[in-house]
């Protein structure tokens, strides 16, 4: 938690440090008071330094609503970039943390924050501070390498790898997460098969290929007996074809998908194929 450090009253301005001892160095000030203000001066860079990753700018903010604060007749958009983290205190708002998601100037500076765990704001006297790191960086498109972008939000995200090892790469570790679930009835009659009971993870079922070696029968999918969007009274013939599911197609852990087999005339040999995305 940040300190409201004294170091914000000090000037950038030399000459304008000349405040009263201890705050200050004025010219002519008496030799008694100069052991007084180096001690004093010592005190505030330690109490920075207890918390020296929020700078307190000694401007003051002003509520604007619970997610938004402005600075009064300055342009600090600057210090107050997209992505900065930032840190509020105060009475009723308690210490909270957020990352600034907009920042504009017109006659004021205003900035919007997305507060950490739903946090707000109070409309009362805060203190916040900024984060001494920019996430920004200066990069203008908001690229942090070829893989790592920083979104509108602030916050960063990988992207799909260009580079050609890394597609590979990629394409691979995607495919770990593909699955089959496959049937096969030589003798198929009008039943419904518990094909997964109880199911150990999370997955999607994204599509159903099938076919009988001669006659047609139809299939549906069902999770805890409610038909997958898609997957409901399929007809299959000796000709292979896969359909996709369209919604409702989520399985949570614990969930059991059954295949319900209907309308049979003749089939012989069926053979179904269900691809699953663990998710």
Known sequence: MSTDSKLKDFSTTPASNNSNPPDGW????????VNDTARENMARYREWYNDAQWINDGLTKTFVSGSSFKITGSDVTAKYSVGRRVEAIGTGTGTIYGTIT????????TVSVD???GGAISNESLTISYHTLDLKGGDSDNAVSSNVVRDSAGRFRATDPSAAQDVATKT???LLNIENIDYWDVAPSNDTITLRLNAKYAFDIDEVSAKTSSG???YSIAIDA???T????????????????TAANSVAAGQTVTLVLASNSSAADLALSIQITRT
């Open 216 to 218: 047609t029968i139809s």
């Open 172 to 174: 691979y570790v995607d």
């Open 115 to 117: 507060w950490d765990s």
């Open 226 to 228: 409610v038909n997958v």
């Open 26 to 33: 004025p010219e002519g000030m008496a030799a008694s008071k």
């Open 102 to 109: 907009a920042t504009a100037f017109a006659t004021d500076t």
């Open 230 to 245: 898609g997957l409901a009274s399929i007809g299959v013939s000796s000709s292979e074809a896969t359909t996709s599911a």
